[in-house]
Structures are given as structure tokens and as C-alpha cells.
């Protein structure tokens, strides 16, 4: 076996030890990323863009179901369509990488390399959109985003990454904010159902929404270090970009009206939540949703019997393969403890054992990745058998980061109390505020901790006081420090 073989079976940095290195390592070791010749930009290997399609198509077949059709837009946007919303380029500005030159040609204006497409999408729109009935547009565009980082990590912040971002225009502003919160729930249904992450729903604040949004709702999620993630936003940008961008319909009353507009997106950082919640100190654990390979084979046998049981093992394939993604590791070169720890470590749900006894006892063994526990069953009717293995490894991957979340969700009177739990536990903590963004900013300076967000459903306890000032509290919100 070689040097690098031997170093990719070496144990990881246990989470307890040094939690950033540990994510570091299960993003490489499970062969997800590696990083590219350009500062804080990431190739994304095989394995993990597998990873990425999964997710993708579990969020696009959801767009798609209510009404949504995809697109795409120019990478480069002019440094003119930027300018016409002050807010929007104030709120960008310092990220945004610039393209000056075409060959050796100076251009007469900058370009923009795509930080987000509500300017250049709105300049389309402004052409295409003339009467009520052209309304409602409601597209989605699958597409990569740069923006220039100055600290980054593996798919958690990136100066390059990909996402999906939508963008509707509506002839009503309560049809605009009823499709942001549709949007909300499609992300909170995807994520808590494909992935098994659970989520706090809320609003942004004032200080926290998007640049140029009337409203920014998210989906917040608890990782295992005791950091919120922003796992997802959608935005309601009320009639801002259209009076910039001059996009007006005649509507049914012969009135020439302005349209109302909603942006939505998710990103790759989601891969990063994915390890971050689900994640041990073997390396990746992934539900079966969105596993790259659901299901690994791996024939165990001495020379003699090597091919009575790979014909087994192969069978056994394309049972499986008909109905779950499965993999046979047929790979003569590797021992099968090797091969137990690279599908270990790169978090596939399911292995399946098969040997010279249990062909002649007519079953296989199942392994789970989640606590390693092995099953013999029967060979007959294994497919609805493994199934039910993947269907249940789904729901404890979600009632175990969900009890996580609950367990680490507690409440503070002040600041002091805020300041305690951020230093000895973190995790969410719910406490009062009286929507002043003096205090929301003190909080911070004072613990480190951000409004994550003010929750759209009842938390089950409220604040009457804000922690900051002590005056009445207006909200109950959600504080963490974030990634």
C-alpha cells in the first residue's frame, strides 16, 4: 500500500480538538473539495458535485412544482446597472471583483463579475414586462457567484461558489410578499425533509436584511460547534429595483404601474451545514436523500473464493442499483478494512457485507454508518429491506440534530446572561428586544452574538424585556454567533 494510501485512511482531527480543523479534514478526506491555484477559490471534486446535483435536484423539482421555470444571465454585469441602486452597490461594493480590460483593450466601463443578478435581471425585465399580463414572471437560475473574501473556507465562504437565485416580479405587493414567504417554506421543507437539518423561520433585521430589500426572511440552522449557519433567504424587494429600473406594466385599470419583486436563494455553503450537523470524528455521515452512494458493497473473501463472491456481489448490484444508488467496490488492491474506513469516511449510509458463509447461509450483512451497527438479513426481498434501513437512518439523522438544537436552545434575561452561555455553550439563545438597532449593535460588540433572526412562529417563551436596555421588549429573537 502507498504513502498516500496509508495517509488517507489516518484519523481526522477529532471535533473536540479543534473543530475548524476537523471540518477541514472531512472536506478533503472525503474527497468533497481541494483547493484550487486562486485564493479562496475550491475545486469541487467528483464526489462532492455529486454531492451538489443531488441537492439540486431535490430544490429544483420543488421550484419547479410551483410554477417556477429556469433561466440563465450574463455573468458580467456593467458597472452603471450597479450604481443605480445606491443601497444594493453600497451593500456589495467591497466584494465585488471588477474586469477592466478585454484583451489588451481597456473597456470604456467596468464590468461586475456577477455578485448576485437583481440589477441585470431587472434590466431584462424592464423590456420583457408591459401589462398585467405578462405578470407574474417567475424564474429561477442555477449559476456560480464571486465575491471577493477576504476569509474564506470549504464551501461555507468561498470568493467563487454556485447557487440557485430566483427572481419574480407581481402586480401586487401582496402577491410579491406571499410568493417570499412560499419560497421560505420550500427551503425550510427541502432542508428539514432532504437533509435532516431542522430549522429556526424569521425575519431579518433592519441590520441584517439584504441590501435593498423591504423585508429578508432566513432559515436558520444549529451546527454541532454551537454556530448558526444561514442556511437560506428569500427576500421581498418591495418596488425599489423597479423604480430604479423603470419596470412598469399598464394595468387592468389603463393605470401604468411599477411591479413588485422577490428575490430567493441557496448556496453551496449548504455542503458545509450538511458535514457541520451530521459530521463525526470518522469523517462524513450523510442522509440517504442526498448521499452520492446510498448503498456500498463490499465483497469480503479469500483468494480461492474471490469470484463465486464477486458474481454474488455483482448480482446483488443490479438488484439495488434499479432502485437506490448503490456502488460495488470490487477493488482487488484494497483490504476490505481499507475500504470499511474510506466508505465510512465519506459518510455513505449504507454497506453491505457479502462472504463465502453468508452466500451459504442466503443473506448479507448491513452495516449502518450511523453507530456502525451490523445486521444479518436475509438475501431475499433485500431490496425493500434496505429501504427501510435508508428510510430510518433518514429520520435519526433529523430526530438527532433536532434534539441537538432543542438541547442547546436557551434563554437569557440580559446581556451578561447572553455573554455567559456564548462563552461556555453558544448554541441559540432567545431573549428580548426592543427593535432598536443601537442595542442589536451593543449585543454584539458586547458577546459577539447577532440577531439571527425574529421567528415567524411562536418560540414557546418570550422575552418581556430587551436584554440590552431593559425597555419593553417588541421581540422575542433568536441570538447566535454565525459562520
Known sequence: MTEKKDGFVKEITPKSEDFSQWYVDVCRKADLMDYAPVKGCMVIKPYGYSLWENIKEGLDRRIKATGHVNAYFPLFIPESYLQKEA????????????VTHGGAEELHERLAVRPTSETIICAM???????????????????NVVRWEKATRPFLRTTEFLWQEGHTAHRTAEEAEEETLRMLEVYRDFVETDLSIPVVVGRKTEGEKFAGAVHTYTIEALMSDGRALQAATSHNLGQHFAKVFDITFLDQDDQLKHVWQTSWGMTTRIIGALIMVHGDDRGLVLPPKVAPIQVVIVPIAPQKERERVLAEARALQRELEEHLRTHLDDRDEYTPGWKF?????RGVPLRIEIGPRDIERGQVVLVRRDGGAKTPVSRSGLVDVVKGFLDDIQKSRWQKAKQFMEENTRTAGSV?????IMEDKRGFVLGGWCGEGSCEDAVKEETGATIRCIPLAEPGWKGEKCICCGGHASHTVYFARAY
Open 416 to 420: 451578561d446572561e447572553l455573554k455567559a
Open 341 to 345: 474506513n474510506e466508505w465510512e469516511m
Open 125 to 143: 425585465y424592464s423590456r420583457w414586462i408591459q401589462s398585467w399580463r405578462d405578470l407574474p414572471v417567475l424564474i429561477n437560475q442555477w449559476a
Open 87 to 98: 443601497e444594493h452597490v453600497e451593500g456589495f461594493a467591497p466584494e465585488v471583483a471588477w
